[in-house]
């Protein structure tokens, strides 16, 4: 198992180095799993510390986790293809390439948006929306590889439709519910404000941003959507539920084999929907496009079905089918199952005020993942 003394003692040093406030890192290597939080809420003696139950904004994990992986599980299941297009879903799109763009152009963010959704924040949120409704674009779709928040948006929209129900009630009831992560929400009521971490001093709200979405324009939308774009809370005993299924291809982890806060029970699904050790969630062929480049085409970039692949702030013992993703507020997921190891950090990162760039926290990242790894 990897130093958890060593592991700890670098996350403190990036506490008093002001990366952060404070943070919680799971991991789980050959089957056995370990957590840890440090430091606190905000910079100060007064804040609350972190605890393995303080909720972090995961920002742009939701779009892997759960966007993506709800539009993997229906295909998994043959109610949606790779190459079933777009508008068939969302026939309201009137935008560019409107009979072109497929599912697999979603998974795999090969949609060159002219414009950024940053910039449009401003708008009411049914303009907001229509503007990515009508959005034009550079270049064809599957040309190049374009990470936008506009193309995880028209997934999800295209995951509601086929679901019939709301994203986040997809969310809960496919892929939280059975996993057991009781904590997962995109709406963060009264009762768990208190334990939830604060993002940034937002000068544009004019407020401590705690408990709602940071990503300004998922904030916008959520009066009229839930958008797919970021607005995941968990704590990092839930996530680590969501990490230990990936590393095990799949699987959902089994009971008392390492993992701390399991509640699935031995058989069956018990009354919050959580399936039994041992079920089978994702099929090994749709882990694997998670884990295999889909864009070999593109020159320089490499993406699998909603997943990264093999990116820097990996560490530098990654590997080609290294996989994973990071949020804007400091969080990140990171699987190498090779070897039969995953990790999960959350943090804000973004408090009191964004820095400008990302360079410390995908140090940390890159630093952790090596240790761990």
């Not at 198992?1 to 180095?17: H, Q, S, T």
């Not at 777009?86 to 963010?109: A, K, W």
């Not at 009831?173 to 208190?194: I, K, N, Q, R, S």
Request: contains cysteine; charged residues 20%; neutral net charge.
């Amino acid at each position: 198992m990897p130093d958890e003394d060593k592991i700890a003692a670098y996350l403190r040093l990036a506490i008093e180095r002001g990366v952060f406030p404070g943070c919680a890192l799971g991991w789980v290597v050959g089957g056995e799993e370990r957590v840890v939080a440090l430091g606190r809420h905000a910079y100060g003696g007064g804040a609350p510390d972190v605890t393995t139950g303080s909720l972090f904004d995961c920002a742009s994990v939701t779009k892997a986790i759960p966007v993506s992986n709800l539009a993997l599980l229906m295909v998994d299941r043959g109610r949606l293809g790779l190459d079933d297009r777009l508008v068939d879903f969302v026939p309201e799109y009137r935008g560019d390439f409107r009979g072109e763009i497929r599912v697999r152009h979603l998974l795999t963010h090969t949609l060159d948006f002219d414009f950024r959704l940053s910039g449009c924040k401003e708008l009411p949120p049914k303009e907001l929306l229509g503007a990515i409704l009508s959005v034009r674009m550079k270049r064809a779709p599957g040309e190049a590889f374009c990470y936008a928040n506009a193309t995880s948006i028209l997934l999800g929209l295209v995951a509601e439709r086929v679901g019939g129900k709301r994203l986040h009630e997809l969310a809960r009831e496919e892929l939280f519910g059975p996993l057991g992560m009781g904590g997962a929400t995109f709406f963060v009521d009264g009762g768990a404000l208190g334990r939830c971490v604060p993002t940034e001093i937002d000068p544009w709200r004019g407020r401590a941003v705690c408990g709602e979405v940071h990503d300004e324009s998922a904030w916008t939308l959520q009066k009229i959507m839930t958008p797919g774009s970021a607005g995941l809370f968990l704590t990092i005993v839930d996530i680590m539920k969501y990490v230990r299924m990936l590393v095990g291809g799949g699987v959902i982890g089994a009971a008392g084999d390492g993992v701390s806060g399991s509640n699935c029970i031995n058989s069956g699904i018990n009354g919050d929907g959580c399936r039994a050790a041992g079920t089978r969630l994702f099929s090994e062929e749709i882990i694997a496009s998670m884990h295999t480049n889909q864009i070999p085409h593109i020159s320089g970039a490499c993406t699998g079905l909603g997943w990264e692949l093999n990116q820097e702030y990996m560490g530098s013992k990654r590997t080609p089918l290294t996989f994973g993703k990071t949020g804007f507020t400091g969080c990140a997921v990171i699987i190498d199952r090779s070897r039969n190891a995953g990790l999960a950090l959350l943090s804000n990162y973004t408090w009191p005020a964004r820095k400008p760039n990302r360079d410390l926290i995908n140090e940390v990242r890159s630093a952790v993942s090596d240790l761990v790894m």
